[in-house]
């Protein structure tokens, strides 16, 4: 198993470091990420990398997979609209703060709206 050496500065690295674009132009092949673990551990080895080889979709996206995607862009779209609509900031961040540290409450503010615009969306 190779060993990585961070340079000064560097702690950790997480996430995709390199990815293969889609058009294949100036790109590698394969995904480089790196994980950064977290847990207590007496190792102070935490970090790891990992090649991902490129993959092809083996099945036709089915129609309750465009389904859940329509329903999530419909979301997302919701989401951005309310955020820049200024009659709803006020009474969103304080239904946010009032929800936020009870139990079971959204402890983001996109999590809150998601929350919001789905139930909106679903009926």
Known sequence: MAKVE??????????????????????????????????????S???????????????????DERAWRNRFKLIVQAINARRKDLSHVAEDLAAFNAQKDTAGGYK??????????AAEING
Do not use: E
Not at 47 to 59: H, P
Not at 108 to 117: D, N, S
């Open 45 to 63: 080895d935490c970090n790891r990398l990992f090649l991902r080889k490129k993959t092809k979709r083996s099945t036709p996206v089915t129609s």
């Open 6 to 43: 961070w340079s000064a500065g560097i702690d950790s690295v997480s996430g995709a470091l390199s990815k293969p674009s889609k058009s294949g132009q100036h790109s590698c092949s394969k995904m480089l990420l790196g994980t950064h673990r977290v847990a207590a551990t007496t190792s």
């Open 108 to 117: 983001t503010m996109r999590q809150y709206l998601w929350h919001v615009c």
